[in-house]
Structure formats: C-alpha cells, structure tokens
C-alpha cells in the first residue's frame, strides 16, 4: 500500500500531466497564431512535457508498491528508469527541431507577430513556473528522481520560451527571418542539454552511489552513539534508491553475549537510524570480538 507522502507525489505527477496538456494546448495555439518555427519547436517541446509528466505519472505509482518475492529490495528505481525513457524523448524532439530549423533557415518562412499567440505562450511560461518550483521542491521533500526530474526540465523549458519569444519580437522588427529558424535550433540545444543532465542522473542511480558525505556522517554518528554494550561497527556501506536508503553494516560485540542482549543493540540502533534517516532499511550483521577490526566506528 502506497503511504501518505507517496499519494501525494501521485497526486502532484497527475496534476503534472494536466498542466502539461494545458500547456501544449496554449503553446500549439500560439505557433499557430504567428506561423514561427522557433514557437512551433517551443510547442513541440511541450509535446515531450507531456510525455514526461506520463512516464513520471508511471514511476511514481510503481515505485510506491511493496517489495515482494520478485523484487524483495521494492520498486524504488523504477524512478531512474523513468528519467533515462525521458532522456530519449528529449532527444527525439530535438532531432525534429533542428530538421525543421534547417529547413526554415534554407527556405526561410515568413511570420507574422500576433499579439494574441505572443500573449498565450507568455501565459503557459508563467504555468510552467509555478508549477516547475512546486515540482522541484516536491522532488526534494519526497527523494522522487522522476518529480525533480520533470521539474528541472519544465524549468529549462520556462527560460527556453522566454528567449524565443525575446527572439521571435526582434525577427519580426528587424525582417530578419532566419533568426527564426536560428532560435528553433537554440530550442533543440537546450533541450538536448537537459536530455543529458537526465540521463546522467539516472545512471549515477542505478550505479547503488552511496549517500551523500554528510549524511553518512549522521549515520556513523548516531551508530556510535547508540551501540552501547557493542565493541564496534565497521564495513559501513550505504546506498540511494529513489526515496529508499539503505544500510548495512557489522557490528562486532563480545562473544559472550547472548543472542537476544545483541538483538536488543541491534533493535536501539536501526530505531534511532529511522527517526533521523527517512525510509531506511538497515542490515545489521553480528559478529563476535574475534572479527573486530580496530578500524571502524567506536562505540562511545
């Protein structure tokens, strides 16, 4: 079952799709309006939008099941997967673009400057703002790849805009209408620049990158300071997987010690771990003090 924050990051990457059609909607309309191929590449980097917001839509659900007998470390990197499928996507749309820039740079098109277009595509930037800030701060509260993800491209995309509609006004004033295609081709660059940054996140995922510097420092702290009664901890390991973090580590403890007094270290210590650490599964392995390392985390 799918907890509390999870419904909420469902609910945020359904609401993503629904901005995401409305702005493709408002965009199209305004390539329409003034005939420009760099609002055109605009709109049809909305079409990718929508694609993401979907694919998010996705990840997001299937990161939120269980783990089960085929997949007993959970769903979480679905997220990564998700982020690399938007990458091509990206791509792809670039790949039109520049087509179509070519072709409006060899054969230059003529376009007019309506002011209606010109105000709706200013209208979907603004949308796109609002909705790219709660996106990217979303992602963060919910360690969701797929929600940061959408929200750094819908961001690129807000300043993309913003410098073709700047672009497309200087076109139309000086009869310069090779800068135009010259614009849509910018389009295609900013994108494929962002289609990178997806991907190269995604990967860096799904290689198990251990935990940032400083919260493996909380972590050793607060093996330290709650193993009491152990001798040490040592081969610590740590890795990210979407919103899951996961721990391991041995814990060497007296030979003598019964089974059930070393459970109880265990039980104090994974405790304090999940109340600093957010969705944290902990593998502790018990050792006796033969095993020790002198090298480790010392037990305050």
């Not at 702290?221 to 709650?226: G, H, L, T």
């Not at 890795?239 to 270290?265: N, P």
Request: contains cysteine; glycine residues 8%; aromatic residues 8%.
């Amino acid at each position: 079952m799918a907890t509390g924050r999870t419904s909420v990051a469902v609910k945020v990457a359904f609401g993503s799709l629904a901005v995401g059609l409305l702005v493709l909607a408002l965009k199209a309309f305004a390539a329409w309006a003034t005939g420009s191929i760099a609002l055109y590449s605009d709109a049809l980097e909305s079409v990718v939008n929508v694609v993401t917001a979907a694919v998010a839509l996705a990840a997001v659900r299937l990161s939120a099941r269980p783990a089960d007998a085929s997949l007993p470390y959970g769903y979480h990197k679905a997220e990564y997967f998700s982020a690399v499928i938007i990458g091509i996507f990206i791509a792809v749309a670039a790949i039109v673009i520049f087509r179509e820039a070519y072709s409006g740079f060899v054969a230059p098109r003529g376009f007019r400057l309506d002011p209606t277009g010109v105000a709706v595509s200013i209208v979907a930037s603004a949308l796109n703002a609002v909705w790219a800030y709660w996106l990217i701060r979303l992602g963060r509260q919910e360690k969701s790849p797929a929600l940061s993800a959408d929200g750094r491209h819908l961001m690129t995309d807000v300043v993309s805009t913003l410098g073709v509609l700047l672009g497309v006004v200087l076109a139309a004033t000086t009869g310069w209408t090779q800068l135009d295609a010259i614009l849509a081709a910018l389009v295609g660059v900013t994108i494929l620049w962002s289609g990178w940054q997806l991907i190269r996140h995604s990967v860096i995922g799904l290689m198990d990158v251990a935990v940032e510097p400083r919260t493996l420092t909380l972590i050793r702290e607060i093996i330290s300071a709650n193993a009491e009664g152990a001798i040490e901890a040592h081969d610590i390991r740590t890795r990210q997987a979407g919103k899951m973090m996961f721990i391991e580590f041995h814990l060497v403890v007296h030979g003598a010690m019964s089974v059930e007094t070393a459970h109880g270290i265990c039980d104090r210590i994974e405790a304090k771990l999940r109340e600093a650490v957010d969705s944290a599964q902990i593998t502790i392995h018990v050792e006796p003090e033969s095993k020790a390392k002198h090298s480790g985390i010392v037990v305050l």
